[in-house]
């Protein structure tokens, strides 16, 4: 068999030829023809992605809204690095510390003269929703 190209050598081109047989000739599929096969989809979506209630989001534990976890979320970054059990007015004050917005304060200030177990404890009592499980 004649060289085949300057580059390699005779066994090497033979070679090179043997394992990329099954892609030229289509014996086999590669890689190369996942293309032709169509993708899954599902009808399961909602026609206008805007349109899904909010409550509705995944991600919502049962029990909570899609609000109620956002709140929650905004208190809990807020009141990071509070050391529980906590009074309503440690509460304010290191939230202020941090540079909390008005209205927040607001809404810590609100709270019964109690003392507080963590941040899950003081969104409950705000008015956040509570997880009816955990995952």
């Excluded at 289509?26 to 190369?32: K, L």
């Excluded at 989001?57 to 929650?72: C, I």
Aim: no cysteine; glycine share 12%.
């Amino acid at each position: 068999m004649p060289d085949k190209s300057g580059k390699h050598g005779a066994r090497l081109d033979e070679e090179i030829g043997r394992e990329t047989q099954g892609m030229v000739s289509g014996g086999h599929p590669t890689h190369a023809e996942e293309f032709k096969e169509t993708e899954p989809f599902s009808n399961d979506y909602p026609a206008d992605p805007a349109a899904a209630v909010a409550g509705d989001r995944e991600g919502s534990p049962p029990g909570m809204s899609a609000q109620d976890v956002e709140g929650r979320s905004a208190l809990a970054r807020m009141l990071s690095g509070v050391r529980y059990p906590a009074r309503p007015n440690e509460l304010v004050r290191h939230a202020a510390e941090g540079g909390a917005p008005d209205g927040a304060l607001d809404q810590l200030r609100t709270l019964p003269k109690r003392e507080y177990e963590n941040v899950a404890d003081v969104a409950e009592q705000l008015g956040y929703g509570r997880e009816e499980r955990r995952y």
